[in-house]
């Protein structure tokens, strides 16, 4: 019995030590790891909302009131040129193929796809990872937000962008999260 209390005690050291470890290394590391996200947001709101010199939060209580009814909205920002409102970003998160995906969507105040960018996704690599690639995030841009937007293999409407090969589910999750940003869009934001 003697034996087994000592490994045991011996076991609750080594667990509380590496606790205590981690736990020290999460406090340090906290803080850059925030900052790094805050700066990757703002490097992706530069680039899908071009025109915008500047980006401010839209105002918390038509932000909760948006995020009541859609659960998929994170967070939706202003862009300005100067005084000017160019246009929204609008972050949101979807269930694809392998895990939640986060992107933004950027829409100009003249209805118009601005582009999108892909933050964080747990994608299949070489299928639905794809979603990263500029051919298919670029097929977005330009796209009006009159209409719900589809994917084709073979684009060729107004509405339609390109299809990742072997990956539907990536496809349609993006999809559903463009779509949301596009009627946020169309019944709240736009004048």
Do not use: C
Request: glycine share 8%; charged share 25%.
């Amino acid at each position: 019995m003697n034996e087994t209390l000592k490994l045991a005690l011996i076991l609750f050291l080594i667990t509380a030590i590496s606790a205590t470890v981690l736990a020290v290394s999460n406090d340090i590391t906290a803080p850059r790891i925030a900052e790094a996200d805050a700066l990757k947001d703002k490097q992706a709101k530069a680039e899908i909302l071009p025109e915008g010199n500047e980006f401010k939060p839209l105002d918390e209580s038509e932000l909760n009131e948006i995020k009541n009814s859609n659960e998929n909205v994170l967070e939706i920002f202003e862009g300005y040129d100067g005084e000017n409102l160019v246009g929204y970003t609008i972050k949101t998160v979807v269930n694809g193929y392998g895990g939640e995906i986060e992107f933004m969507t950027g829409i100009s105040t003249e209805g118009k796809i601005t582009g999108i960018k892909i933050l964080n996704h747990g994608e299949t690599p070489g299928l639905g990872a794809n979603a990263t690639k500029t051919y298919f995030t670029e097929s977005f841009r330009n796209k009006s937000v009159d209409g719900e937007i589809t994917a084709s293999k073979n684009p060729s409407g107004d509405l339609e962008v390109q299809a990742l090969t072997s990956a539907t589910r990536t496809t349609d999750a993006i999809l559903d999260g463009v779509n949301t940003a596009r009627k946020i869009y169309n019944e709240r934001l736009a004048n």
